[in-house]
């Protein structure tokens, strides 16, 4: 028998002695392994009794039930010889129903996570993975969990995919909303030219033209010469957000001189961005309306990620990126460094070098293309500066870090009914932008101004016409939370890239309709940006006669002291 005695040898009088043991509280076991080997064997051979199932009583007095749920609830258990038993489970919850007078609550809840986004091939889609709350009063409401804050003037529109908090309400005139969530992407916008004949891929990028990134579901719009394109594979679009592309139906032909403009959020697996603002709205009765919003966007970075290498860099830093070489010496590598080149050369016939394994990251900007070699071996090889050919995948021997920043913006809008006839707005808004939120970087502050004054359409027996003048200047480090220029603005101005900032347009035009005839519209536009001033003069003709209902003349003229640019376009369809 164990009877817990410990024998000392040769011990000093007056020794203090300390002794660290463990016990077992039990006997020791006999048996080991899962306790499920250890239930009793089921009996199969009588029959099972039934139970007598009565109904369970409701006994609550409350008996007008106002919110009804529904949903699942699941629990599995997994039991295996060979490992260790598992429970999972789940609940999904949808509910609707009124808690209290005039206040409405409905919402979806779950603890389950989906990591997946719908096809982009039909022109509506479902969301697998959105959780949220809502709760409505007829002054205020609030929505929780995956949100989709929308913030529209006739100027700008901020638009984003969210997981937070945001509230509307209504008050003696006045009305707002508010808003504190995560978003989870960035916006952003491009333009580019179709390829002839070619209905795609084409490739959706980030804001520093890297192609590793997620396009958010439903937040792309797609522009096609001007105009709203539907997504479906039976309208105008498909787009795979995953590999953020986009591919044209047969209903949009794509050539070369084809205008494709597309705004989307996207994930590009760096930051996690905040997102906070604030809006009111009062309408002067009928003499116009004023609105007021306040917005900050930002990165979020927590106490494990300052402690990161990668971002401690920036500190002292004003920079808002640096390279990371991926480069590392290497005896067996691959690759020599030939007058800053690195150069494959896996037969080692250039000893005098020192060797290198490299790992590639791909980089819109970089100088080196994936290849296969003779043995059928992948390996990169530079090619010097192609960032420009959006239809090559480029390379660096470097990775690129980016600080977390941080973009606030505000902006005021009034507009007025001078009569009946003519109506004038102004806005104002500020932006005030930072590169590196964590370094010694300061915000740049910018602000913009909009004056337009329009006309209701005046109708003089056999004409109708309306006029517009309007004047918008944005200061040399202005930038938007959303996008504010037109759609067409670098194929109006014959420009190489969109204009955010640093400009001065001024735009009137006239629009004249004639019955029988059509609609004949007449502008002119001052564009000065940089030390570049520009003319733009454009006159479109629109049919109205039945005979030659889609036919239209587009001339367009631009005068600049360096170069000078029109085009023209005739359209004319007879029916019958």
């Known amino acids: 028998p164990i009877e817990g005695k410990v024998f000392l040898e040769s011990i000093p009088k007056n020794s203090l002695l300390v002794i660290e043991y463990e016990f077992l509280n039990k006997n020791i076991p006999l048996i080991i392994g899962p306790k499920w080997q250890r239930l009793p064997i089921l009996d199969t051979s009588h029959p099972m009794k039934e139970i007598n199932k009565e109904p369970i009583k409701n006994t609550s007095s409350h008996t007008n039930q106002t919110v009804y749920s529904s949903g699942s609830f699941f629990r599995s258990l997994s039991i295996s010889p060979f490992a260790t038993s598992d429970l999972q489970g789940g609940v999904q919850l949808q509910l609707n129903g009124i808690i209290l007078e005039n206040i409405k609550v409905s919402g979806v809840l779950t603890d389950q996570n989906f990591p997946l986004q719908e096809e982009g091939n039909t022109k509506e889609l479902k969301d697998f993975d959105k959780v949220f709350l809502k709760i409505q009063h007829p002054q205020i409401g609030i929505d929780a969990g995956d949100i989709d804050y929308i913030h529209s003037d006739p100027n700008f529109t901020i638009k984003r995919k969210l997981e937070g908090l945001k509230n509307v309400f209504q008050f003696k005139g006045w009305s707002g909303s508010s808003v504190y969530a995560s978003s989870k992407g960035e916006f952003h916008f491009i333009e580019f030219k179709g390829r002839d004949g070619d209905q795609g891929p084409y490739q959706l990028v980030g804001k520093d033209g890297g192609r590793d990134i997620a396009i958010l579901s439903g937040t792309e719009k797609v522009w096609l010469n001007g105009k709203r394109l539907e997504r479906g594979q039976n309208n105008d679009y498909t787009i795979d957000y995953s590999s953020s592309e986009i591919f044209f139906t047969p209903k949009r032909l794509i050539d070369f001189d084809t205008d494709i403009f597309v705004e989307y959020q996207y994930s590009d697996f760096n930051y996690q961005k905040g997102f906070r603002g604030i809006t009111l709205e009062n309408k002067l009765g009928n003499s116009g309306h004023f609105s007021f919003g306040l917005f900050d966007e930002f990165d979020q970075y927590n106490q494990v990620d300052y402690e990161d290498e990668r971002l401690k860099i920036f500190l002292n830093s004003d920079s808002s990126r640096v390279t990371q070489s991926t480069a590392l010496m290497d005896s067996t590598g691959d690759y020599v460094l030939v007058d800053s080149i690195f150069v494959y050369d896996p037969l080692k016939t250039n000893d005098d070098f020192s060797r290198y394994q490299i790992r590639f990251i791909l980089d819109p900007g970089g100088n080196y293309v994936r290849k296969i070699s003779d043995e059928n071996k992948m390996f990169y090889q530079h090619v010097g500066n192609l960032s420009n050919d959006l239809t090559k995948e480029l390379y660096s021997p470097f990775r690129i870090i980016l600080s977390p920043t941080a973009q606030k913006f505000g902006k005021a809008h009034?507009?007025?009914?001078?009569?009946?006839?003519?109506?004038?707005?102004?806005?104002?808004?500020?932006?005030?932008?930072?590169?590196?939120?964590?370094?010694?970087?300061?915000?740049?502050?910018?602000?913009?101004?909009?004056?337009?004054?329009?006309?209701?359409?005046?109708?003089?027996?056999?004409?109708?016409?309306?006029?517009?003048?309007?004047?918008?200047?944005?200061?040399?480090?202005?930038?938007?939370?959303?996008?504010?220029?037109?759609?067409?603005?670098?194929?109006?101005?014959?420009?190489?890239?969109?204009?955010?900032?640093?400009?001065?347009?001024?735009?009137?035009?006239?629009?004249?309709?004639?019955?029988?005839?059509?609609?004949?519209?007449?502008?002119?536009?001052?564009?000065?940006?940089?030390?570049?001033?520009?003319?733009?003069?454009?006159?479109?003709?629109?049919?109205?006669?039945?005979?030659?209902?889609?036919?239209?003349?587009?001339?367009?003229?631009?005068?600049?002291?360096?170069?000078?640019?029109?085009?023209?376009?005739?359209?004319?369809?007879?029916?019958?």
């Open 414 to 576: 009034l507009s007025l009914n001078l009569n009946e006839v003519f109506h004038v707005e102004g806005q104002i808004s500020g932006s005030r932008f930072n590169q590196n939120t964590i370094g010694s970087k300061k915000f740049t502050n910018a602000i913009s101004h909009l004056i337009k004054i329009s006309s209701d359409t005046i109708d003089i027996e056999y004409l109708k016409f309306y006029l517009v003048y309007k004047n918008q200047r944005r200061g040399r480090e202005y930038s938007p939370l959303g996008r504010e220029q037109e759609i067409m603005q670098t194929r109006l101005w014959n420009l190489d890239h969109i204009l955010l900032s640093n400009s001065d347009a001024h735009y009137f035009q006239s629009d004249f309709i004639i019955e029988k005839l059509g609609i004949s519209s007449i502008e002119y536009a001052l564009l000065n940006y940089g030390n570049s001033l520009k003319k733009r003069y454009r006159f479109t003709q629109n049919f109205l006669n039945k005979n030659y209902n889609n036919s239209s003349i587009d001339l367009l003229y631009i005068d600049n002291p360096f170069k000078k640019f029109h085009r023209i376009f005739l359209n004319f369809e007879k029916d019958g």
